[in-house]
């Protein structure tokens, strides 16, 4: 029975796998920010979770958005107490061939998926250095390590988070403070809908698995990268992907 909540903040937990993140951390026991873009859906997410008797608080933002940033943080601080868990979730899917794409797709790709990552961890670290303990997941994708058709901007953002949660780990682990990363495979939300339907069936005959992932399979990954039980992951990047991608 935990005595003090542990609080975590989830970006673009109004829906898909960030919805499911929220749920599953608030039924382990953490009070739970829930961010997204829109205030209606985090708002429905922070309902159920208080309707199954969890702790949540809702807040609409932009994680591109420093001031937008800036307010989150604010909000988990005084709703919750001190960040111990930050989960990088926030994404947008766009797929174009690359003679079509264009630079504010480009541009907007990386906003949200690098700038709002590097946004939000900046935000919560000093505290968590002070304090000698935090956790940080990133939620990269496995497009990021393999790429994916039509996926350049997408995959070259996924791959930025790898990267910075390779380097940070580097940085800041001695401190208390563990960072990982998650890679999903396709998992079943409107984000992977949004892409062509003939993607995704040829997609599903590839996986080893022969079925696209659940958003709550990824949460599992994620509340295990939150948990002591992960206390030796650092920096690693870790591939709930129905077996397409087997490093
Ligand atoms: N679904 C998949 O197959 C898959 C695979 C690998 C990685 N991912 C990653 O998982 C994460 C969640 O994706 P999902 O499939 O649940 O998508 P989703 O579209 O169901 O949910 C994403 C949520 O993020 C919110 N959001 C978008 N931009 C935001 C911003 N700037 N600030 C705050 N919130 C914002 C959206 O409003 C939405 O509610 C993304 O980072 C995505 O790239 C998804």
Not at 46 to 64: K, L, P, Q
Not at 167 to 193: D, F, K
Request: charged letters at 20%; hydrophobic letters at 50%.
């Amino acid at each position: 029975m935990m005595t003090h909540r542990a609080s975590a903040i989830v970006t673009g937990a109004g829906s898909g796998i960030g919805r499911a993140i929220a749920l599953r951390l608030a039924a382990d026991g953490y009070a739970v920010l829930v961010n997204d873009l829109s205030g209606d859906r985090a708002q429905v997410v922070a309902s159920e979770i208080i309707s199954a008797g969890g702790m949540a608080t809702a807040i609409a933002g932009d994680v591109a958005r420093p001031e937008d940033v800036a307010a989150i943080h604010a909000a988990a601080e005084a709703s919750h107490g001190d960040v111990d868990l930050l989960v990088n979730n926030a994404g947008i899917a766009h797929q174009a061939a690359f003679e079509d794409l264009e630079l504010e797709d480009f541009d907007r790709m990386f906003a949200v998926h690098v700038r709002g990552t590097f946004l939000m961890t900046k935000a919560v670290m000093p505290a968590m250095l002070r304090r000698g303990e935090g956790v940080i997941v990133n939620v990269a994708s496995q497009l990021g390590q393999i790429g994916g058709i039509e996926l350049v901007h997408y995959s070259g953002a996924k791959a930025a988070i790898i990267g910075m949660t390779k380097a940070l780990a580097r940085e800041v682990s001695s401190c208390g403070v563990r960072v990982n990363a998650v890679a999903p495979g396709p998992i079943n939300t409107p984000l992977v809908l949004g892409l062509s339907e003939e993607w995704r069936e040829r997609k599903k005959r590839e996986l080893p698995l022969g079925r696209f992932g659940e958003p709550e399979e990824v949460a599992a990954t994620v509340a295990f990268l939150a948990s002591p039980a992960a206390s030796l992951f650092v920096g690693q990047t870790l591939g709930p992907n129905s077996g397409d991608v087997m490093l």
